[in-house]
Nanobody
Framework: QVQLVESGGGLVQAGGSLRLSCVASGSIFSINAMGWYRQAPGKQRELVARITSGGSTKYADFVKGRFTISRDNAKNTVYLQMNSLKPEDTAVYYC?????????????????WGKGTLVTVSS
C-alpha cells in the first residue's frame, strides 16, 4: 500500500502565498511523476503542475509564473509553492504520484492519490 498525505492548505488573501507539501509512504520501490491537481466546486479535477523523477516540469497555463513545483526524491516529497494567489485558485488540491511498488511492477507505475487539502483564497 502507498499513502500520499498533503499538508499546507488554508485560507489566504488574494495576492498571498501558500506552500503545499505531499509525502509518499508505504511500499515504494520508485516514484515516477508526481504532481498536483485541483478541483473547484462544480468543476472537474484539473492538472496544476507535474514533475518527473528527473526534474522535468509541466504547468497548467493558468499557474505559469505564479506556482512552482519541486520535489525531494530522497524524502518522497513533492511541493507546490503558490504565489500571487487569486480567488479563482480556490479548490481542493490533490497530490498524485505514479508509484512502482516492486521491481516487477508496471514500468510507469500505478496511480495514487492523496485525500486533498483545501485552499481558499479570499478577495
Amino acid at each position: 500500500q502507498v499513502q500520499l498525505v498533503e499538508s499546507g492548505g488554508g485560507l489566504v488573501q488574494a495576492g498571498g502565498s501558500l506552500r503545499l507539501s505531499c509525502v509518499a509512504s508505504g511500499s515504494i520501490f520508485s516514484i515516477n511523476a508526481m504532481g498536483w491537481y485541483r478541483q473547484a466546486p462544480g468543476k472537474q479535477r484539473e492538472l496544476v503542475a507535474r514533475i518527473t523523477s528527473g526534474g522535468s516540469t509541466k504547468y497548467a497555463d493558468f499557474v505559469k509564473g505564479r506556482f512552482t513545483i519541486s520535489r525531494d526524491n530522497a524524502k518522497n516529497t513533492v511541493y507546490l509553492q503558490m504565489n500571487s494567489l487569486k480567488p479563482e485558485d480556490t479548490a481542493v488540491y490533490y497530490c498524485h504520484a505514479l508509484v512502482r511498488t516492486s521491481a516487477i511492477a508496471p514500468y510507469y507505475g500505478l496511480d495514487y492519490w492523496g485525500k486533498g487539502t483545501l485552499v481558499t483564497v479570499s478577495s
